[in-house]
């Protein structure tokens, strides 16, 4: 018997989705990924703090709590839930055929909300201290308590490098924007708002060897690219601005994607290419990659495919 929803992914636009599509007697199934593209439950559960969910005045919720939030409420009306990697899909007959490491199954529509990855560096002591003074999102992250007044560094060269060192600039002590050639590749005018900012400063041709600390981020080695020289710079934060990755990879090329891979959809909805496919959440979103606008998009997604099973008179 076949679905009458799936969705694939399980950060704030699937679960979103879920509650939505449950609520909507779709008994939708949620397929959350097991390692593909990180964690289930998408860059949350690498949040230890979120301060800026709406709902949660007493000091916010780690990302990982608010995960299984999201999971159990999405349950309680009736969505259920499997932990398996989405290998790939077949969108040429209906309905849909979506194949996992577990299973196969059939759909008549396809929620996709996989997120996006922040590219990372890989320095040695990144994973031992990542979200501990390690960030990918300073407008997520930024405001803590454990980054005020500190010095912050931020890697990077594009916009969305200048635009968190300028971000951080509300909260810290003094910002350094680490970037490995010898000018900013973000545009002119993002360029003369750091360059002339009294608290930014960049170090040219430099690159993050590794990062410092026990339990938490004290430091950071840094390289010259032309020089080989090598130093540490005591800090209280390291924010990667780096950009992200889609996980679209398993698609096939079946649905119309931008040129970074991000899927497109129909302007102020989530219709894709394909019709009876929706997406949603990062996946879709290059500007502002937010929880908050994620799980918006997922609520659209999930009113848009239940219109569309009604008007296939699929109910």
């Given at each position: 018997m076949s679905e009458k929803v799936t969705i694939i992914g399980s950060g704030p636009a699937g679960f979103t989705a879920?509650?939505?599509?449950?609520?909507?007697?779709?008994e939708p199934l949620v397929l959350e990924g097991f390692t593909a593209g990180g964690i289930p439950g998408g860059q949350l559960m690498?949040?230890?703090?979120?301060?800026?969910?709406?709902?949660?005045?007493?000091?916010?919720i780690s990302g990982p709590d608010l995960m299984d939030r999201f999971r159990r409420q999405a349950q309680e009306f009736g969505a259920r839930s499997a932990q398996e990697d989405v290998t790939e899909v077949?969108?040429?007959?209906?309905?849909?055929?979506?194949?996992?490491?577990?299973q196969e199954v059939e759909t008549h529509a396809l929620i996709i909300a996989t997120g996006a990855t922040a590219k990372r560096l890989g320095v040695p002591r990144e994973e031992k201290l990542w979200s501990r003074g390690m960030s990918a999102c300073a407008i997520c992250d930024g405001a803590l308590p454990m980054f005020?007044?500190?010095v912050l560094l931020v890697?990077?060269?594009?916009?969305?490098?200048?635009?968190?060192?300028?971000?951080?600039?509300?909260?810290?002590?003094?910002?350094?924007?680490?970037?490995?050639?010898?000018?900013?590749?973000?545009?002119?005018?993002m360029q003369k708002r750091a360059l002339e900012h009294p608290k930014i400063e960049v170090l040219w041709d430099t690159?993050?060897?590794d990062v410092l600390g026990d339990d938490v981020l004290s430091g950071a080695r840094l390289k010259n690219?032309?020089?080989?020289?090598?130093?540490?710079?005591?800090?209280?934060?390291?924010?990667?601005?780096?950009?992200?990755?889609?996980?679209?990879?398993?698609?096939?090329?079946?649905?119309?994607?931008d040129e970074k891979g991000y899927i497109l959809v129909k302007p102020g909805r989530t219709r894709t290419s394909v019709e009876g496919v929706f997406a949603c959440g990062d996946v879709i979103d290059k500007v502002y990659?937010?929880?908050?606008?994620?799980a918006g998009t997922g609520c659209a997604a999930a009113l848009d495919a239940e219109r569309w099973l009604g008007e296939q008179g699929i109910d």
């Open positions: 879920a509650i939505y599509a449950a609520r909507a007697n779709l690498t949040t230890t703090e979120v301060e800026n969910y709406p709902g949660f005045p007493d000091g916010g077949d969108l040429s007959r209906r309905p849909f055929r979506v194949r996992t490491s577990e005020r007044k500190k890697i990077g060269g594009g916009d969305s490098a200048v635009e968190e060192a300028t971000y951080l600039t509300k909260f810290a002590a003094k910002v350094y924007i680490v970037h490995r050639r010898d000018e900013l590749r973000a545009s002119k005018i690159v993050l060897v690219v032309k020089t080989g020289e090598e130093r540490v710079v005591e800090c209280g934060g390291v924010f990667y601005a780096l950009g992200h990755i889609p996980n679209t990879g398993f698609l096939g090329g079946q649905i119309e994607l990659r937010q929880a908050i606008t994620a």
